[in-house]
């Protein structure tokens, strides 16, 4: 643990320096493993004019295990779970593909890349998804709506 | 490797049919086995025996966990000459292959330098792995630099601290459960850590077991016709050629050298003669059923309008769906509009929407009272099997009893011990016949199917009441025991042929799992 408090301090100077737009991260020096990151809806989303609370989680075994996201906020989105863990698990994300040198910054970017453009082929939630498909207008409506009614 | 002996080694139950067999060609009419099922044609059955191989049975070889490993060595060192690689460039090639040997040495023959690019091999072998120390070194993952520390890095030359190189393929092969395709752990890089870095760093001995584990355990994983045995502790592996395709239509029934019978499709307990579709969704079925099934039977009722099942929880008969807030009656189950004033008083028996609603419920239950009368069958076998256990069990007390008080020697007991164990068998076999009526469609070839359930069920319920007579009855028992255990055996062979051979061609059994 050692050698992960090094490497998130070192983390969270990297990503504070180069803070991802519309992001604001609370860092706490007392629980270094959690951090509260602020995010507004980016711009060119059906999320715009939201904002979202996500919490960073940094396992024991980091850097070796990756972070884990979690949306706060509800929010109406392929690849968020809708359950009270609002959990975010695709990509560098999962286990199996994450590399140790990867960083948070890059997770950071992830989540507001997938805001902006959600990744279907691979969603936690196959309804939304196939909403997204199939049916665009009624996911835009609804994901608004939902902007609307939690994260304003 | 000896196939032949695998095969009869693991066939006790076939060498028990065999003796069955012997009594039955004998020709001694004794009356329990002249019954008029004999129509079946016990002639083609004793050619099937001659043959050793029943109609249900597929072939298949087992080997223990040294015979595995010297398979994978064989071939490693097989490909490794034919490519002209090391064997730890080799094994990871094959293991890139998925141990499909022909497609790799083509492919290999085509594009040597992307099978190995693809493999994680990169350029060819040069350097040994070595550990050294670099000048302006920081390791990208725990972020510690200074001039002594120690670093590695494989041929990509992603280069990090020897401690986190290590704690990578420490978590990797601990927590993970991987072995033959680690990356290395640079950012994107695809590079396979070969066995020579992996032995080079790794240096528990308890580690370095657990990666020889993982490394057997995918190639019994990779490849389609191996399968562990599924008993605890057991650590053979079995080979068997049916296919995933093959499953709707073959039951594939392996035996392992441990004495456990499973099925090859599914690793399950032998289920004959179910296929593994239907187990599957038969055992889906009872996990979300059974007991409570049971009790909405006895205790609740569905609302005539959406179904939804309603326990009476007060003395009113003026119930409102909590989910559709249909009102009706609980007496006559008619819409309550209709009650006018008579409340508390139904006595509306013949009122339309009454009778329509009560006929509507009586459907729904019917499917599962038929449901139930297969459950019910389907686990008083199974109950009936941990019983009859019990009874082997104490088997062998008797046995030793038997043989002081009769004198009688331990082979001349052994009797009781077959009889158990085909008692095991066929109630096995009695108890998938239920899951798998459940889901038959009615046509002629059920009737046989249920003629076939119905004698082995006879048997096996004759044979079953004779184990609970005393010791000192037992002796004079033996001959009618013998028979009887023979011939039940040859019923469930009989149904387990039959049904295969169904199955098989595709006609007469229709399952229809709806």
Redesign the interface.
């Known amino acids: 643990m050692a050698?992960?408090r090094?490497?998130i301090l070192?983390e969270y100077t990297e990503c504070s320096n180069d803070t991802p737009p519309g992001m604001k991260i609370n860092f706490d020096e007392q629980n270094m493993t959690e951090w509260e990151i602020l995010m507004d809806g980016p711009e060119q989303s059906v999320y715009s004019g939201g904002h979202f609370k996500l919490r960073l989680t940094f396992p024991n075994?980091y850097?070796?295990?990756p972070p884990v996201v979690s949306f706060k906020t509800k929010i109406y989105h392929p690849n968020v779970s809708n359950d009270d863990k609002g959990s975010m698990c695709l990509g560098m994300l999962r286990?199996?593909a994450w590399?140790?040198?990867?960083k948070v910054i890059s997770v950071l970017h992830l989540v507001r890349t997938l805001l902006i453009e959600p990744n279907v082929d691979d969603a936690i939630e196959a309804s939304i998804a196939s909403e997204f498909k199939d049916n665009k207008k009624g996911f835009e409506k609804t994901a608004k709506e939902w902007v609307k009614q939690y994260a304003k | 490797m000896d196939s032949d002996d695998e095969f009869n080694s693991s066939g006790s139950e076939e060498d028990f049919n065999n003796d069955s067999d012997a009594s039955f060609g004998g020709g001694d009419d004794d009356s329990d086995l002249d019954m008029e099922d004999n129509d079946i044609g016990f002639e083609t059955q004793d050619k099937d025996i001659k043959k050793s191989k029943q109609k249900y049975e597929v072939d298949f070889q087992v080997f223990g966990p040294e015979q595995v490993q010297a398979q994978q060595d064989n071939q490693i060192e097989e490909v490794g000459n034919i490519l002209g690689q090391p064997p730890e460039a080799a094994a990871i090639l094959l293991r890139h292959a998925r141990w499909n040997k022909e497609r790799l040495i083509e492919s290999y023959m085509d594009n040597t330098d992307k099978v190995l690019e693809s493999a994680g091999l990169g350029e060819a072998a040069l350097h040994p792995p070595k550990i050294e120390k670099v000048k302006g070194f920081t390791c990208?993952?725990?972020?510690?630099d200074g001039p002594g520390l120690e670093t590695f890095a494989m041929k990509c030359d992603h280069r990090?601290c020897v401690d986190?190189y290590k704690?990578?393929l420490e978590?990797k092969i601990k927590?993970?459960g991987e072995a033959a395709r680690i990356?290395c752990?640079?950012?994107?890089?695809n590079r396979i850590v070969d066995a020579v870095s992996l032995d080079f760093l790794v240096t528990s001995d308890k580690l370095r077991d657990r990666y020889v584990e993982l490394l057997t355990r995918t190639y019994v994983d990779d490849k389609d016709n191996l399968r562990w045995c599924p008993a605890p502790d057991c650590e053979n592996t079995v080979e068997c050629g049916v296919k995933d395709k093959d499953l709707p239509r073959i039951v594939p029934t392996v035996h392992c050298d441990c004495g456990h019978f499973f099925c090859f499709g599914c690793s399950l307990n032998d289920h004959q003669p179910a296929p593994c579709g239907l187990v599957k969704k038969w055992l889906k079925k009872c996990e979300d059923d059974s007991e409570t099934a049971n009790w909405i039977s006895a205790n609740t009722k569905e609302c005539p309008k959406c179904h939804s099942t309603i326990e009476k929880n007060g003395g009113c008969n003026h119930m409102t769906c909590r989910k559709c807030r249909n009102e009706f009656c609980w007496m006559c189950m008619g819409n309550w509009a209709e009650h006018g004033t008579s409340w508390y008083n139904c006595n509306r028996f013949e009122e339309k929407s009454g009778y329509e609603a009560r006929d509507a419920q009586a459907k729904s239950r019917q499917s599962l009272e038929r449901y139930l009368h297969y459950y019910n069958r389907y686990a008083n076998h199974e109950q009936s099997a941990k019983l009859d256990k019990d009874i082997y069990l104490k088997t062998e007390k008797k046995m030793t009893q038997l043989q002081m008080q009769t004198g009688m020697s331990w082979i001349e007991v052994q009797f009781l011990d077959s009889a158990s164990q085909a008692l095991q068998q066929c109630r096995q076999t009695l108890k998938w016949t239920y899951a798998f009526a459940y889901y038959l469609a009615r046509n002629n070839t059920t009737e046989m199917f249920e003629d076939n359930q119905k004698d082995l069920e006879m048997a096996v319920e004759n044979l079953s009441e004779m184990f609970e007579k005393s010791t000192d009855q037992l002796e004079s028992l033996k001959v009618e025991m013998m028979d009887k255990t023979s011939y039940c055996s040859k019923r469930r062979i009989i149904l387990l042929n039959d049904t295969a051979e169904n199955l098989r061609k595709g006609e007469g059994l229709v399952i229809d799992l709806f």
């Open positions: 050698a992960a090094k490497r070192k075994e850097p070796f295990k286990p199996d590399k140790p040198p990867n | 990208d993952i725990c972020c510690e990090f986190c704690h990578y978590s927590d993970d990356r752990p640079g950012d994107g890089c």
